[in-house]
């Protein structure tokens, strides 16, 4: 269901959630290869989040990207909307143009619950959650 281009935005939101401050701000060289991630293209990904107010970004010498505390506050329905646009989540599994309640494509019902389920999710959870979830364990990334 996710793009590579919004889990790679996942994961350096998570990077930078774990890993910069106002006061330390990180460069994409620093880190695109502890996330995996070709530095060109994350380049361009975090200049997306950094020109919709997703992350924070300074110029300059001492620049780079951060998270505030408004960053951190996210949810993480709004990254992925950003990078794939709005209907990447609601478009239908077999991609047909015209699948809706009403005329459903064979795996509709199969989908259309977890699919709900997860868009909810998402919209509830910030990037704080996730990054709290790994301070304290509760999830892994290999960062």
């Not at 199969?110 to 996730?130: A, C, Y």
């Amino acid at each position: 269901m996710f793009s590579n281009s919004s889990k790679y935005a996942l994961k350096a939101v998570l990077f930078l959630a774990l890993n910069s401050s106002e006061e330390h701000k990180l460069m994409v060289k620093d880190f695109h290869g502890k996330i995996n991630v070709p530095k060109a293209y994350l380049a361009k990904l975090l200049q997306e989040l950094s020109r919709q107010k997703l992350i924070s970004s300074t110029r300059g010498p001492k620049g780079g990207f951060y998270l505030s505390e408004e960053n951190r506050a996210q949810p993480l329905m709004r990254i992925i909307e950003i990078i794939d646009g709005p209907s990447r989540m609601t478009a239908c599994m077999l991609s047909l143009m015209d699948c809706n309640e009403e005329k459903p494509c064979p795996l509709h019902a199969i989908f259309q619950p977890s699919r709900t389920k997860l868009i909810n999710n998402l919209e509830k959870l910030t990037v704080n959650d996730l990054a709290d979830d790994l301070l304290k364990n509760r999830s892994y990334l290999p960062l």
